[in-house]
């Protein structure tokens, strides 16, 4: 699939009216970093560092961390890593961790939850990445902030890291941006004052979809009843691009939809800009919205949803049908 696509690897995904979609890539694990030059990818959109947690028996150490990510952005070679902080529990749990038993591990005690209740290990992890840095730009996330506080509790463990990496004389990084995760509707609803002092959001539109629809991304069951395209979800998509458009606020989307075509084409549709995406999805993606008039895609999705459909997926396949035939 990479050759298929190499004409347009080093070409702009710029769709035929002339809107630019930042295309990202996501990545877990040193392996991945090759794919970066490979796909055409402008950097990585989500570093997901639980991966390097699960596949150990124990703890890793701050050294090697700091190791670690420090290789990860060599390897990026100056393009921008978005650095996910741990996402435990749920579906991901660690070996060396006590396992908890929860009813509803995915509604349960994950991810920044556990960041700011046992902060040691996302201190740990702060402080990895800070001296991973050192003076070079870092961009780090929060995933999982479904309230305005725990952005604010979150980002200050971030102050402090900082602070403490000052006062041993460390180099600081060159730039630092802290961004949340939007990953339940909650967040979508947050004070404005959130999206005026977060640096950028992301999507998460894999949690995102299944806290939406309340159906459970991993029972087959009940997750395809809920398509993405689905009128209401895009409606809620656009709400957030209106709001962060209002501040300012840079936006992202990062769930596995963003390296679907059509559902990429739709994201970009309501107004995403920046999509990140598994590597091998980027060609794909790119070839679609280059040859896509974006503006025209909006019009038939709001088209679609004057008219009461449900998804619009039909509605625009029918029309790239016809626009490209
Ligand atoms: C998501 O929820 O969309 C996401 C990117 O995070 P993960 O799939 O790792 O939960
Ligand atoms: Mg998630």
């Not at 309501?270 to 025209?296: D, F, Q, W, Y």
Request: charge should be positive; hydrophobic fraction near 40%; proline fraction near 6%.
């Amino acid at each position: 699939a990479q050759t298929r696509y190499a004409s347009i690897r080093d070409k702009p995904a710029e769709t035929l009216d002339g809107t630019t979609i930042q295309l990202m890539m996501n990545a877990g694990l040193m392996a991945d970093l090759p794919s970066l030059a490979g796909s055409g990818a402008e950097g990585v959109g989500l570093f997901r560092t639980e991966l390097q947690f699960l596949i150990r028996n124990q703890m890793p150490r701050r050294t090697e961390l700091a190791e670690l990510y420090s290789r990860v952005m060599d390897s990026a070679k100056g393009k921008r890593v978005v650095f996910r902080t741990l996402d435990i529990g749920s579906d991901k749990v660690l070996p060396y961790m006590a396992p908890q038993d929860e009813p509803n591990p995915a509604l349960g005690w994950r991810a920044i939850r556990v960041g700011l209740d046992k902060p040691g290990v996302l201190r740990m992890q702060l402080q990895a990445l800070l001296r991973a840095a050192a003076g070079r730009p870092l961009t780090v996330m929060f995933p999982f902030i479904a309230q305005y506080e725990e952005f604010t509790a979150a980002k200050a463990e971030m102050d402090k890291a900082v602070a403490r990496e000052k006062i041993l004389g460390h180099p600081l990084p060159s730039e630092l941006r802290v961004g949340a995760m939007l990953e339940t509707p909650s967040l979508g609803f947050a004070p404005q004052k959130f999206f005026e002092e977060v640096d950028f959001i992301s999507i998460g539109g894999n949690d995102l979809k299944q806290f939406f629809f309340a159906a459970d991304r991993e029972n087959e069951r009940v997750r395809r009843r809920y398509d993405t395209l689905n009128v209401s979800f895009l409606t809620f998509i656009e709400g957030i691009v209106n709001r962060c458009r209002s501040t300012q606020t840079p936006l992202s989307f990062c769930g596995e939809d963003a390296g679907r075509p059509l559902e990429a084409l739709c994201l970009a549709a309501m107004g995403l800009r920046v999509l990140s995406m598994r590597p091998a999805s980027i060609g794909p993606v790119k070839s679609l919205l280059r040859r896509t008039n974006l503006e025209e895609v909006r019009a038939i999705i709001h088209e679609a949803r004057e008219r009461g459909d449900q998804s619009v997926r039909n509605a625009v396949k029918e029309y790239l049908r016809t626009a490209n035939p």
